[in-house]
């Protein structure tokens, strides 16, 4: 294996910070570890409700600002709404209840983000409301400063309409119609390589432009395969500025992940695709000072961390386990 190459750092508004994220990969890469083994969350378990009445469940159980999170739902007789710190959650038909995959704010910060989710318990009977917490934890993201060429902060007239095209693009990309999920199994990793630089990185550039690496990069020979982390249809396959050779891929319910850097893609926009499917090659196309994999996950409509998704299991034998705190049922 060739040595470990510095990967680019992406903004949770991407487009112009992207260029300027990939000069601080440097001195990620010196820090470089191990791509970990997926393995299954952990939930608290609180006493069970009486049989036949509504459950709430939460994946994890605590989670960090910028980590994805399912709800889920048994017992209620319809649709459910909710939501999770105050954002909506959009709940789907899900085994033999409901579920909505949603994230935290990276913003949100450590304490507690309250769930509420109302319906009804039984046909044509009046709703309930179920209730729980959802502990949120520090991050702990590493911050650094750096110092870059003032181009880099202020792009060029022709590459700002280029990066406007991309925005458009990226846009419509992640405006696919609500619907249930495209996949049968839970997530896997699209390739397995060191990881250069993880999700969450805070740079200041030049003592006034911050940013914040919102995926994760992985090292990568030029023209080794990127497979597909579960399955969806593509809905990008576009040559960016900043995000080079792209593919993103939609898995149904808001859930997205993205292929950035790719030296080239081998799949066209519509395709069906499944889990471990090949989407194109590891390249350094964009703003990158190194080949390289940066792999993103979006859910609904925010930017968060994809080893956490790895984790979250969405096919349980049995409830994960509720959020830490008390579950109450009671009337709206």
Avoid: C
């Avoid at 909505?100 to 409301?129: M, S």
């Avoid at 179920?130 to 590459?159: C, F, M, Q």
């Avoid at 993880?198 to 990568?220: A, C, E, M, W």
């Amino acid at each position: 294996m060739p040595p470990l190459s510095a990967g680019r750092k992406y903004s949770n508004s991407p487009y112009l910070l992207l260029a300027l994220l990939a000069l601080g990969a440097k001195a990620r890469a010196a820090e470089s570890s191990p791509l970990p083994a997926a393995s299954a969350p952990r939930g608290v378990e609180t006493p069970p409700l009486a049989e036949g009445r509504p459950l709430l469940t939460l994946q994890p159980a605590a989670a960090k600002p910028g980590d994805p999170v399912v709800v889920a739902v048994r017992g209620m007789a319809e649709l459910p709404s909710g939501t999770l710190g105050g954002r909506p959650l959009r709940f789907f038909p899900w085994g033999e209840g409901f579920m909505a995959i949603t994230g935290l704010p990276v913003e949100l910060g450590a304490g507690t983000a309250a769930v509420k989710v109302l319906g009804p318990a039984a046909p044509g009977a009046a709703p309930v409301e179920l209730t729980g917490t959802l502990s949120v934890l520090e991050p702990g993201y590493p911050e650094r400063e750096l110092k870059v060429s003032g181009k880099y902060v202020e792009p060029p007239p022709g590459v700002k309409a280029r990066m406007a095209a991309d925005r458009r693009a990226f846009a419509a990309a992640f405006a696919q119609p609500f619907a249930a999920p495209l996949f049968g199994q839970n997530f896997a990793w699209p390739r397995q390589d060191r990881i250069t630089a993880p999700y969450g990185d805070r740079r200041t550039f030049n003592g006034k432009l911050s940013s914040q690496h919102f995926g994760v990069d992985i090292d990568g020979d030029p023209g080794t395969p990127v497979t597909a982390a579960n399955d969806g249809t593509v809905v990008m396959t576009r040559d960016n500025y900043s995000a080079g050779k792209t593919v993103i891929v939609h898995h149904g319910a808001g859930l997205y992940t993205t292929y950035f850097h790719l030296s080239r893609i081998t799949v066209k926009k519509g395709t069906r695709v499944k889990q471990g499917q090949r989407l194109g090659l590891v390249g350094s196309t964009g703003r990158v000072t190194g080949p390289h994999l940066h792999w993103g996950v979006k859910a609904d409509d925010l930017w968060v961390d994809g080893e956490v998704l790895l984790r979250l299991d969405f096919f349980p034998s049995a409830a994960p386990g509720v959020a830490s705190g008390s579950t109450e049922l009671g009337a709206p």
